[in-house]
């Protein structure tokens, strides 16, 4: 037990005295979550850049500019010069530009849809799919409407809108949990991976095999100090999300570190794997990285797990990355319970135990 203790307190020094470790694993997930939630983190709310054209500049053509103002998601602004706003849509400037034609009241009090200035001109970017899926219909509904009006249009058949409370998450609430997901990942799976290649090849392994120190006593005193090391900058990461950005954890704290050491477990038998087929240190980290750098992408870290094609959902479901920052998410924004996660649970306890049977049968003090 002394011999596991002093093991535990050497790794953490070793980290500690580390400043490139404690910079990759500590540091640069910080600065790449303020960095994301600054620029995107804010962002919950969507808006479309309009430009209205009214050559008409009458009550009737005023009313309908008034009309498209009232819609938060319209970013209205008004123009004298068709050519130039066309120029800016073509650019990415602008997501539609109106043009309110000369003759429109006249069409509005005639109630005529033959008359000339009776169809208004929307320009909008065909390659856009936002404009094409949002904004053309936002403004045909809206001109629709004022038509029903003025017609004095009646339908027989109505809707009845029924308002469902939900969470209120912006996107660095996405963030965050994906975030201590990738650090969980980094720092085990390229840490562990990195170490005992650099350890085995400085012959330090070869030298602890020699000493009475029982294998079991040194694998556990590295899962514990991983341990230790993972929750205490997850917590620290969390604590700094919520000062900066207001995040918070819905859910239990004890499930949310329960999840945090099985990631951490998981990712670690998975470096043992990548230690044990790296024959020096520096082939122990593209081994690592060619394995990690896809998982960040596919492990919805950054974006969610669902906009990607339906062929490669059967891949991402099986990933520990997705489901350890599916778990982290739930629990930090919806309060998920054990039960109402058990799946993730199971799933990453599976990879845990196939990963550290490979792992044992693979791995080499030499």
Do not use: C
């Not at 530009?97 to 033959?114: D, L, Q």
């Amino acid at each position: 037990m002394k011999a596991y203790r002093q093991l535990i307190v050497g790794q953490l020094r070793l980290f500690g005295r580390n400043r490139q470790v404690l910079f990759w694993s500590l540091v640069f997930p910080i600065f790449f979550m303020v960095m994301l939630g600054s620029f995107f983190g804010e962002d919950d709310n969507m808006s479309l850049s309009v430009s209205v054209i009214d050559q008409d500049q009458t009550t009737s053509s005023k009313a309908l500019l008034s009309a498209m103002k009232q819609l938060s998601i319209l970013k209205i602004t008004e123009s004298t010069d068709l050519e130039a706003e066309i120029k800016d849509l073509k650019h990415g400037d602008l997501q539609l530009v109106v043009a309110v034609p000369k003759g429109y009241e006249a069409a509005v009090n005639a109630k005529s849809p033959s008359m000339e200035g009776s169809k208004l001109t929307i320009y909008y970017d065909e390659m856009s799919q936002t404009t094409n899926q949002i904004g053309l219909p936002i403004i045909s509904q809206l001109v629709d409407g004022i038509s029903k009006q003025i017609v004095g249009y009646t339908p027989v058949i109505t809707t009845q809108p029924q308002g469902v409370q939900s969470l209120k998450l912006k996107y660095i609430d996405f963030l965050v949990p994906g975030i201590v997901a990738m650090m969980i990942m980094n720092n085990n799976l390229n840490g562990v991976a990195g170490q005992i290649a650099s350890w085995r090849e400085r012959g330090i392994l070869r030298r602890l095999q020699s000493t009475p120190l029982h294998p079991g006593t040194f694998i556990a005193s590295q899962i514990t100090a991983r341990l230790l090391l993972n929750g205490a900058q997850a917590i620290i990461l969390l604590l700094i999300a919520s000062m900066i950005f207001g995040t918070q954890v819905n859910g239990s704290w004890m499930l949310l570190l329960l999840f945090v050491v099985l990631g951490t477990l998981t990712f670690m038998s998975i470096g043992f794997i990548i230690a044990a087929l790296s024959k020096t240190p520096e082939s122990a980290g593209p081994i690592a990285g060619f394995v990690s750098f896809p998982l960040l992408f596919l492990g919805g870290v950054f974006f969610p797990t669902k906009s990607m094609p339906d062929w490669l959902q059967p891949v991402v479901n099986l990933l520990p990355i997705s489901h350890l920052s599916t778990a982290l998410r739930q629990i930090m924004n919806v309060g998920a319970s054990l039960a109402d996660l058990w799946s993730e649970a199971a799933l990453l306890g599976g990879w845990m135990l196939v990963a550290f049977v490979i792992a044992s049968l693979t791995f080499k003090w030499e």
